[in-house]
């Protein structure tokens, strides 16, 4: 009877989902490689693609300055206009001094600085980000960035 409990017990154990199966390490990459997707593809000049390492949510919500974006097509909208237009220029963008702090399994925390390298200036500033892990995979669902 001990045996067959047992069993029992270990089998539903073994069966059983498990909501958090990655490692905190796993996640904190496959963060990271949104965060360098994002980079790769704005050095390409690729805004689209960059914007694919955010919600495509109308409840997407970024912060900059004195400005606030609500949605994923507001905040393309806002990059189109500010880098895309006769006077913008996407420039070169790096990101540096990352901290990545998973909250739990499917949200994270996450800070760093942005360098942009431009023929007119080189803005640089902090940001903040929180992510989600989506069906889709980790997706940025709040930006705030400064200048």
Not at 13 to 23: D, G, V
Not at 28 to 53: C, H, P, Y
Not at 117 to 142: M, Q, S, V
């Amino acid at each position: 009877m001990k045996r067959m409990l047992l069993g029992t017990l270990l089998g539903t154990l073994l069966m059983a989902p498990t909501t958090y199966s990655q490692t905190p390490e796993r996640e904190e990459s496959a963060i990271k490689r949104v965060l360098e997707d994002q980079v790769g593809a704005w050095n390409r000049g690729d805004l689209e693609t960059f914007m694919s390492g955010y919600w495509k949510s109308p409840k997407l919500t970024f912060f900059s300055g004195k400005e606030m974006a609500s949605g994923w097509d507001a905040a393309l909208a806002r990059y189109r206009k500010r880098y895309q237009s006769k006077e913008g220029e996407m420039g070169t963008l790096a990101f540096t001094n990352l901290e990545i702090q998973i909250l739990g399994p499917d949200s994270a925390f996450v800070r760093g600085q942005f360098h942009l390298k431009r023929t007119k200036d080189n803005p640089a500033g902090r940001f903040t980000l929180i992510f989600k892990k989506l069906p889709e995979g980790w997706r940025i669902i709040h930006d705030h960035t400064s200048t």
